[in-house]
């Protein structure tokens, strides 16, 4: 320093910022020297500079743009910084809120990993009957599923998107449901896609469906999809033996599927058959879709 006056490598030291970008601030307006030497063309700053980049650092570091701060650093009247700071918090809790229900998304499709390896672990799939809550789902629109697979169905992003009428789409969470309404799993002309919104979601009732109110008969099944109608025959025969009464539809549950793993052999499908009694027993585990 000499003469109250600091040179930019000085400046770069005491405040641990580099010269290139308090080059980069003084080429912006947003610091200014408070001498220039004619011969030389070096720059100097004064201690009201120093004050000024550590107010600045401190404005960077909770995520305001360069153009916002210099709107700040013009020491305007309070009641204008506080509106500035209110637009600012808004912008954050958007994106706060916009990275919580990314996250929440990461952790629900950890979970159904998590939940395959489970049940692969365990030798056989027992039969539950469960009572469904009412829950909102997002509804495919109506479309007409000719000469397509299962794959095509489930694994197909284009047309899951296309298909739910929900611009939020993105905002959704967990696996895919299937619904067939007259249990046959091969007809897909007839049958619907649903998946859950996010429970931080601000959606409309416009796209949605309240699922559940029922009881229903679940259990795994393991490996490929083709194979399912020998885990509907199995959840029939535990009806029929335990004199369940099912009301003919059916939903599967995509736990993993061709959107994790190619491994078919990896893949696991919860299957539902609703009941038909109108109120849980004390005994029924009871359940969101």
Same mark, same amino acid.
């Given at each position: 320093?000499?003469?109250?006056?600091?040179?930019?490598?000085?400046?770069?030291?005491?405040?641990?910022?580099?010269?290139?970008?308090?080059?980069?601030?003084?080429?912006?307006?947003?610091?200014?020297?408070?001498?220039?030497?004619?011969?030389?063309?070096?720059?100097?700053?004064?201690?009201?500079?120093?004050?000024?980049?550590?107010?600045?650092?401190?404005?960077?570091?909770?995520?305001?743009?360069?153009?916002?701060?210099?709107?700040?650093?013009?020491?305007?009247?309070?009641?204008?910084?506080?509106?500035?700071?209110?637009?600012?918090?808004?912008?954050?809790?958007?994106?706060?809120?916009?990275?919580?229900?990314?996250?929440?998304?990461?952790?629900?499709?950890?979970?159904?990993?998590?939940?395959?390896?489970?049940?692969?672990?365990?030798?056989?799939?027992?039969?539950?009957?469960?009572?469904?809550?009412?829950?909102?789902?997002?509804?495919?629109?109506?479309?007409?599923?000719?000469?397509?697979?299962?794959?095509?169905?489930?694994?197909?992003?284009?047309?899951?998107?296309?298909?739910?009428?929900?611009? /939020? &789409?993105?905002?959704?969470?967990? $696996? %895919?449901?299937? @619904?067939?309404?007259? *249990?046959?799993?091969?007809?897909?002309?007839?049958? /619907? &896609?649903?998946?859950?919104?996010? $429970? %931080?979601?601000? @959606?409309?009732?416009? *796209?949605?469906?309240?699922?559940?109110?029922?009881?229903?008969?679940?259990?795994?099944?393991?490996?490929?999809?083709?194979?399912?109608?020998?885990?509907?025959?199995?959840?029939?025969?535990?009806?029929?033996?335990?004199?369940?009464?099912?009301?003919?539809?059916?939903?599967?549950?995509?736990?993993?599927?061709?959107?994790?793993?190619?491994?078919?052999?990896?893949?696991?499908?919860?299957?539902?058959?609703?009941?038909?009694?109108?109120?849980?027993?004390?005994?029924?585990?009871?359940?969101?879709?």
């Amino acid at each position: 320093m000499k003469n109250g006056r600091y040179s930019i490598g000085e400046i770069s030291r005491l405040c641990c910022v580099p010269i290139s970008k308090l080059r980069y601030w003084d080429e912006s307006g947003v610091i200014k020297p408070c001498f220039v030497d004619e011969e030389s063309g070096y720059r100097y700053y004064d201690n009201e500079t120093l004050l000024l980049i550590s107010v600045l650092k401190y404005y960077q570091s909770c995520g305001f743009k360069l153009r916002e701060i210099k709107t700040l650093l013009q020491r305007m009247d309070l009641d204008h910084l506080e509106q500035l700071f209110d637009q600012h918090i808004t912008v954050l809790n958007r994106q706060i809120l916009g990275l919580t229900m990314q996250r929440d998304s990461i952790l629900a499709w950890r979970d159904l990993i998590r939940e395959d390896r489970a049940a692969m672990a365990c030798p056989d799939c027992p039969v539950s009957h469960c009572w469904y809550e009412e829950t909102t789902m997002y509804v495919s629109a109506p479309y007409v599923w000719t000469d397509m697979s299962y794959q095509e169905l489930v694994a197909n992003i284009e047309m899951c998107n296309h298909l739910i009428t929900q611009p /939020k &789409i993105n905002n959704s969470i967990g $696996p %895919l449901y299937l @619904y067939f309404p007259h *249990g046959q799993r091969r007809k897909f002309c007839d049958s /619907k &896609i649903y998946i859950k919104p996010h $429970p %931080l979601d601000d @959606y409309d009732s416009i *796209g949605t469906e309240q699922l559940g109110g029922c009881g229903a008969l679940c259990t795994y099944h393991k490996g490929s999809f083709e194979t399912g109608e020998d885990t509907y025959k199995r959840l029939y025969t535990y009806a029929a033996q335990h004199s369940i009464s099912l009301r003919g539809d059916s939903y599967e549950r995509s736990v993993i599927d061709w959107w994790s793993t190619e491994k078919e052999d990896e893949f696991l499908l919860e299957i539902l058959l609703p009941t038909t009694e109108t109120a849980p027993s004390p005994a029924m585990e009871r359940r969101l879709f």
